[in-house]
T-cell receptor, first 113, second 112 residues
């Protein structure tokens, strides 16, 4: 079955450490996205990529970095520069025809301890 | 500038009642209007979507009503059930664009 896989589901990080969240899709979608979700804040766009080896900052990119070396993969690194990284992180993908809209992963809950 | 405004932020409905969530947008170039449903600890999933050539689309108990002149669209959940308790997001997208812009979400609670 085609889908989008995020791992791990839960992640704990010590302050000052970088951590990388994985996102893999086998839907052959061109575009991929990272969102951050906090209670009452909705979905806030961190980074997006419409093509391999190219990506753009979203609304809250500070303290985050991404890469898009393969069409299937769009990992997100939460760096030590992100002051409040505890949140629920969602990855999504989409195609230009937008028939099914975005497909979301099941999310990674990151907690800084 | 918020491109899509969603209301209410939260909604409590009695079982069997009608839940109504509204969204308003500014840009008349938007041409795709989906609604997503998210359960706690899960990613959002596409619930229903409409394009501006129709004023209403119905799938089971879920209906989108679209008012192009008012630049508004709404989600109606008929015969609301406790299993419908979730957060609902509206979104908009323009022609030729990959990207969706989401509303801030509505937390729906259906009480027995």
């Amino acid at each position: 079955d085609g889908g989008i896989t995020q791992s791990p589901k839960y992640l704990f990080r010590k302050e000052g450490q970088n951590v990388t969240l994985s996102c893999e899709q086998n839907l052959n979608h061109d575009a991929m996205y990272w969102y951050r979700q906090d209670p009452g804040q909705g979905l806030r766009l961190i980074y997006y990529s419409q093509i391999v080896n190219d990506f753009q900052k979203g609304d809250i990119a500070e303290g985050y970095s991404v890469s898009r070396e393969k069409k299937e993969s769009f990992p997100l690194t939460v760096t030590s520069a992100q002051k409040n990284p505890t949140a629920f992180y969602l990855c999504a993908s989409s195609t230009r025809d937008r028939g099914p809209g975005y497909t979301f992963g099941s999310g990674t809950r990151l907690t800084v301890v | 500038q918020q491109q899509v405004k969603q209301s209410p932020q939260s909604l409590i409905v009695q079982k069997g009642g009608i839940s109504i969530i509204n969204c308003a947008y500014e840009n008349t170039a938007f041409d795709y209007f989906p609604w997503y449903q998210q359960f706690p600890g899960k990613g959002p999933a596409l619930l229903i979507a409409i394009r501006p050539d129709v004023s209403e689309k119905k799938e089971g108990r879920f209906t989108i009503s679209f008012n192009k002149s008012a630049k508004q669209f709404s989600l109606h959940i008929m015969d609301s059930q406790p299993g419908d308790s979730a957060t609902y997001f509206c979104a908009v997208s323009g022609a030729g664009s990959y990207q969706l812009t989401f509303g801030k979400g509505t937390k729906l609670s259906v009480i027995p």
